[in-house]
């Protein structure tokens, strides 16, 4: 606004005002315009935000860094061949408590095979991903990586 007020004080050698002037109205008109038109949303936007934070500061049952220090934890190494097996898995979102996303999954994926993982909406289908990046532990059940519990291995 201040630039907005110099324009329109702003005149030339003969004391009239610049076309300056009425730019700066007609822009000074439109951002109040614009205010009104967003108003109502700020209230939704502060709402999804706050959501968010309360996601990203959920506190983690899985502590990455004190992972490091633990000498017992296993590093994926060159006997590493990659065969997935979920056993019995039950898992439910921390921010979500009372549904269960996946109950009693059960699958095993060999070395080098290939898996499409299709489903409805709310299936699981990113949850199985989230379970195997480490993102959360299962509430129920094992995850396996040849044949060693996946909460086994160093992050």
């Given amino acids: ?21 009425v730019f700066a109205t007609a822009f000074a008109s439109i951002a109040a315009g614009s205010a009104g038109f967003f ?18 500061e959920y506190p983690s049952k899985i502590d990455a860094v004190s992972m ?36 009693g999954t059960s699958f ?4 080098m095979e290939s898996v499409g993982i299709v489903g409805q909406f709310g ?9 195997l990046m480490r993102f959360y532990d299962p509430d129920f059940g094992e995850i396996m990586i040849d044949g060693v519990s996946i909460q086994s291995y160093n992050l």
Avoid at 40 to 56: D, G, H, M, Y
């Fill in 108 to 111: 095993k994926i060999d070395s």
């Fill in 68 to 103: 490091n220090d633990n000498a017992n934890l296993k590093m994926a190494d060159d006997t590493f061949e990659g065969r997935i097996e979920f056993k019995n898995v039950w898992f439910r979102y921390p921010y979500a408590p009372d549904e269960f996303i996946l109950r």
């Fill in 1 to 21: 606004m201040l630039h907005v007020s110099r324009c329109c004080l702003h005149r030339d050698q003969a004391g009239h005002s610049t076309p300056g002037w």
């Fill in 123 to 131: 299936s699981g289908k990113s949850a199985i991903v989230d379970l």
């Fill in 39 to 56: 108003g109502p949303n700020v209230k939704e936007s502060r709402k999804a935000a706050q959501n968010v934070f309360e996601i990203l």
